[in-house]
Structure formats: C-alpha cells, structure tokens
C-alpha cells in the first residue's frame, strides 16, 4: 500500500522529490537533447514562481529534494541509458521509441533504481515508479509502468522478490 505523503518522513519526501525532479529532468534530456548537465542547470537555476502548484515549481521542490540524489539519478540514467534500454526492451509490448515519453523517462528511472541502487528495497522502487506515473503521466501509465516494474524486479531481484513472496 502506498504511503501517503503526509505520512512520509522528511528523508522519504526529500527521495520522492529527487525523483521527480530527475523524471521531469530526464523528460526534458529526451525531448531537447540538451546535455544532462545543461538541463541540471536549468533547473538549479529555477526561480520561485507563485502561480505555479507546488508539484509543478521546480524551486520549491528542489527545496525540499535530496539534491545528491537528483545528480546521480539524472546523470547516471542519463550515462547508462542504452544498457538500461536494453533491460526494458524485451518486457515492453512495443518499441521502446513509441512509448510516451514520461513514461519512458520513469521506466528508466525505476531499472536504474532497480539495477545499481540495491537498497532501495524493488517494492519501494514499485511504488515510487506508480506514484510518479500517476502525477505525471497518461491515466493509466501507472498501470504499465507497473507492469514493467513488476516484471524487471522479478529478472533483476528474483531473489529478493521471491523472499517477499514466501
């Protein structure tokens, strides 16, 4: 079950942030072909604006986001994309290229976590992929996004799923 955000620690919030903040970074890296440092940039330079929701205003969730989490995530999915792409590819029920793009940016973001950041347990790595699915993406992208998950976790994490499934 999803922790709710009120819930969450101030450590959790600051991951949960870092995240989106690197799926809407990774989202602009695929869209503009900027380098991952210039779209870094971009967004460390953010200035607050007021009309803006609070999800939405890059400065004030940069405020509260784990910023050195931010970094690795933008720039190491960024550096390893094309080995990440290759773990995705063959669960996909399609190209990689036709997918939508935010829900590419998530998928990649979720095999990174699910490949190098081992102590993130694959349930949180899930969930956080469905909940970032659901703020950003198509309406039922969290569903996709969920299956894909389920299914690297069970490749890359066998034991640790299974463990969980006992």
Same mark, same amino acid.
Not at 16 to 23: D, G, I, K, T
Not at 144 to 148: A, D, K, L, R, T
């Given at each position: 079950m999803s922790q709710s955000p009120r819930d969450a620690t101030p =450590?959790?919030?600051a991951r949960? =942030?870092?995240?989106?903040?690197?799926?809407? %970074? +990774?989202y602009q890296w695929q869209m503009? %072909?900027?380098?991952i440092t210039a779209v870094e940039s971009e967004f460390r330079a953010q200035i607050a604006d007021e009309d803006l929701e609070d999800h939405e205003n890059w400065h004030k969730v940069m405020g509260i986001a784990d910023l050195a989490?931010?970094?690795? +995530? +933008?720039h190491n999915v960024a550096g390893d994309r094309e080995a990440i792409d290759k773990t995705i590819a063959p669960l996909l029920d399609?190209?990689?290229e036709d997918l939508d793009r935010i829900e590419l940016a998530i998928l990649r973001l979720g095999? !990174?976590?699910l490949k190098y950041r081992l102590e993130v347990p694959y349930r949180v790595v899930i969930n956080e992929g469905i909940e970032l699915a659901k703020g950003f993406g198509a309406t039922d992208g969290h569903k !996709?996004?969920? %299956?894909?998950l389920d299914k690297l976790a069970s490749? +890359?994490? %066998?034991a640790e799923v299974a463990a969980r499934r006992r």
């Open positions: =450590a959790q919030q949960r =942030a870092a995240r989106e903040l690197a799926v809407q %970074g +990774l503009t %072909g900027k380098s989490l931010f970094h690795e +995530l +933008l399609r190209r990689l095999a !990174y976590e !996709y996004v969920n %299956g894909i490749r +890359l994490r %066998g």
